[in-house]
């Protein structure tokens, strides 16, 4: 077996200076804060500072072993009852051991001569050590505390939208196989006739596929580009169904903008999936209209159901993925209304295009 030699690269000395820098800022801002805070109640401010000072052990041993232990071990690991119960004894074992005696034996007797003490064991004095002490740990632990919380939703917004693109690259690489096979059988048919459709058919297949593979590879494309798309999937599809489907495509559009691709096709798919047919009469009407920003996208078709067949109009990985990239990436920058009037199915897509630009 080949052994694999890992090498683990250390922060630089730069890196550490930065930290202990602001290490010692901390601490001196600590000091300077609660000394004036202290000592304006009897202007002896030397007292004060001393006293914050040696104060200080016990302080900087709660906040370095929440650091460096409790955190990675618990918190991080989201045991969050744990770090709270572990946090809690190991404040009160810090106020006993270390900063009681401190305050009892040293800084009392030494700057605080008329200060009675109740006893090493008060309750009421520990607890008023430990909340001096606990003072010291508020101010890291709220900035760990947000910093763990937003590095959460950045992480689960970031999963979520690789999660999206994966699917969307699914949705661009995959031919649906009976729309390929019956364009294919199609041409096949006008090259027997040697129809002068053959030509302009291979052109417009050619442009879908390339629109798919290529051009759509980006978080943006022109508006233009995304309608053509459907406009050479909707001829290719009346190929199909020849006379016994009657479709209307409009468009009227301002200028270009830009738009995440393949939003609009899954209603197109949709439509043509449920409302047309090769043996008898239906219809389908798209239409497109952008002003001003706004594009308002309505594709109606007639309903193909057979008695006693139940069609969800709504189904479709391609019609959940694009409610899905919606909410995403136009939140609160568009609507999407369905309607099913008993003879036709309708859907009215409406999109702000210039709310998310760039």
């Not at 050590?129 to 505390?145: C, E, G, R």
């Not at 947000?146 to 959460?152: H, K, L, V």
């Not at 008695?307 to 995403?328: A, M, S, T, Y």
Request: no cysteine; charged share 20%; aromatic share 16%.
């Amino acid at each position: 077996m080949k052994s694999e030699q890992i090498i683990y690269t250390l922060p630089s000395n730069s890196f550490f200076s930065q930290k202990i820098v602001k290490h010692i800022f901390y601490w001196i801002g600590l000091l300077v804060f609660f000394g004036i805070t202290w000592g304006t109640y009897d202007d002896d401010y030397e007292r004060s500072f001393l006293i914050q000072f040696f104060a200080l052990p016990g302080k900087m041993a709660l906040v370095y072993f929440t650091l460096w232990f409790l955190i990675p071990r618990f918190f991080v690991t989201r045991k969050f009852t744990l770090f709270v119960v572990f946090y809690f004894f190991t404040l009160v074992l810090i106020t006993i051991i270390i900063q009681r005696p401190i305050m009892l034996y040293y800084v009392e007797p030494n700057y605080l001569p008329e200060w009675s003490s109740t006893g090493f064991f008060s309750i009421n004095e520990i607890m008023k050590t430990a909340l001096d002490v606990n003072n010291a740990a508020i101010l890291p632990l709220t900035y760990i505390f947000f910093r763990f919380y937003y590095n959460s939703q950045q992480k689960a917004l970031t999963l979520k939208k690789e999660k999206l693109e994966a699917e969307l690259n699914q949705l661009r690489n995959q031919v649906h196989p009976h729309f390929l096979f019956n364009t294919l059988n199609n041409l096949y048919s006008l090259i027997i006739k040697k129809s002068d459709l053959a030509e302009a058919a291979v052109l417009k297949l050619s442009g879908l596929m390339r629109y798919m593979l290529y051009e759509a590879n980006v978080t943006k494309v022109p508006l233009s580009k995304e309608v053509e798309y459907l406009k050479n999937f909707v001829d290719l599809e009346t190929l199909r169904f020849d006379s016994h489907t009657d479709i209307s495509f409009n468009t009227e559009i301002d200028k270009e903008y830009s738009i995440s691709p393949f939003l609009l096709i899954p209603f197109v798919e949709n439509a043509f999936k449920h409302g047309a047919s090769a043996n008898k009469d239906s219809w389908i009407v798209i239409n497109i209209i952008v002003k001003n920003q706004n594009l308002i996208m309505q594709v109606e078709n007639a309903k193909q159901i057979e008695k006693n067949q139940n069609v969800n109009f709504e189904g479709g990985i391609g019609f959940d993925n694009v409610k899905k990239r919606l909410e995403l990436l136009y939140p609160n920058n568009h609507s999407l209304r369905t309607e099913d009037n008993g003879m036709s199915y309708e859907v009215v897509l409406k999109l702000n295009l210039g709310k998310n630009e760039g």
